[in-house]
């Protein structure tokens, strides 16, 4: 599933994906000040990211999941699809016991949440790029235990019942977007997106609309604080 390991001899030229400007200047400064890296281009949208990746191919994309109008999955899925080479490490402030897994499952070879200091994102470049996964021991462990069939459906949290699309769609709902808005940014039907709508009432124990809207405000109010 993964591409081979990037050779030692040559700089690793790493790729930003992350809508948010100031973020991304900050850490490109931070990838150009390292002997063994350069710096492969910078987008804030998934259009920007995928022409330069067709132009300039990079060793490791650098991918947070919070992306203005697609999912930062869906992203990584098409990229992973466009280059055979690249390698993906995820930076976001997404709770890595929820996103880790599905961003493997999409790809990705690394999951750093941005809370944590430019070293630690500087290791999972580097190791990503020589081939290896780069996880939390806790999140390893999570994945090792879905792997090996030990995870038990009733230990899961509520929202990891949720499908990535699902998870996608309420997202939404708690940003302001209503049900045909959802369809246009997603290109699907109203009709598929009300169906998610009611299966994510159905898995997280939803009565109504407003205490879906409730319930999907507070869920990115919470993405939010850091």
Partial sequence: MNSPAKSASAPIRVMIIDDHEI????????????????????????????????????????????????????????????????????????????????????????????????????????????????????????????????AREDGRLPMDRLTDRELVVFELFGRGLNTRQIAADLNLSQKTVEAHRENIKRKLGIADGQELLRRAVLWVQDLNVS
């Fill in 23 to 150: 973020f991304r200047t900050g850490l490109e400064q931070i990838i150009r000040g390292q002997p063994d890296m350069i710096f492969g281009g910078g987008a804030g949208s998934s259009a920007d990211a995928m022409a330069i990746i067709r132009t300039s191919p990079p060793d490791v994309v650098i991918l947070d999941l919070s992306l203005k109008g697609r999912s930062g999955i869906d992203v990584l899925k098409d990229a992973r699809a466009l280059s055979g080479s690249a390698r993906f490490l995820v930076l976001t402030v997404h709770d890595e016991n929820l996103f880790a897994e599905r961003a493997l499952r999409a790809g990705a070879s690394g999951f750093i949440m941005k809370e944590e200091g430019a070293g630690r994102v500087l290791e999972g470049i580097r190791e990503v790029a020589a081939g290896r996964f780069f996880f939390s021991s806790s999140v390893s462990q999570k994945i090792l235990g879905t792997m090996s069939g030990r």
